[in-house]
């Protein structure tokens, strides 16, 4: 029982890289590679600082200005040099890695010595390791979509849903369509950066490769998210995302469970995406088939 809750726990602050690629993937309608280096950014950065004394809290609000740094050089690079979204996350990425590994100093870097965001606060009220990290991780998760929510209600928030809609109709309503994408990269790698110092912070290490493979576990969440929670408003659509990444978690370790190599947990984790993006269309396809009921 405690593999599945420390699972439900760990999908609580993945669901907030979830909640970050959303901004991209689905009001922009690309998805974002950049995601990967600002996740192993924020990593890098909160785990550099935490080991030189920097206080928990400030370090991880560094981690999330750095994720935003890595947002605005994509950013730069679709917008002022008309490179395409995939090949700009790709040249981030690659960049990204060696600043990354910079900053960290080495690929690995242990925090067990040191505090982290789950020492302090309200999460000393907490017993276990793990209602501290479910505490801290479930009240980031409200403070974003609270944040997310509200924003998407002001004009600014509309113009850039516009953007993603319709980008030449966005352009002939004065919207000016590349400043949005800019501001949407950097708002949606900074909240996937603080995805990258809590994690971090949970697995009492940083290593350069922790953002490899993470697009993918952040898709998985939103599209589980979409799948199982259909037409909700968006409070509830970032809500769903969080819920998916719990979901996708489980699952994965109740395959693992089963018997499987941990060495092919990549492998599950893409066959748990491609199921769930193909339940839409072989669910319509078994309506088709099936005859209805009485006849019609």
Known sequence: ??????AMSQGVLWGIMGIGLYITFRILRFADLTSEASFTMGVSVAVSLLTQGVSPLLATVAAVFGGMLSGYVTGILMTVFDIPSLLAGIITLTGFYSINLRIMGKPNVSLRKFPTIYDEGI?????????QRTVIGLL????????????FRTDLGQAMIATGDNEIMAKSLGIKTASMKRFALVLANGIIGLAGALVAQDNSFGDISMGNGTVVVALSSIVIGEVLFKQLT???RLLAIVLGSVIYRVILVFVLQ????ANDFRLISAMVLAIFLAFPAMSDKMKNILPMKGGE
């Open 123 to 131: 999460s000393t009220v907490f017993n276990t390791t793990l209602g």
């Open 1 to 6: 029982m405690m593999i599945y809750l420390n």
């Open 258 to 261: 089963l018997g499987f190599n």
């Open 140 to 151: 980031i998760v409200i403070i974003v979509v609270v944040i997310l929510s509200v924003f």
């Open 234 to 236: 968006m409070q509830l």
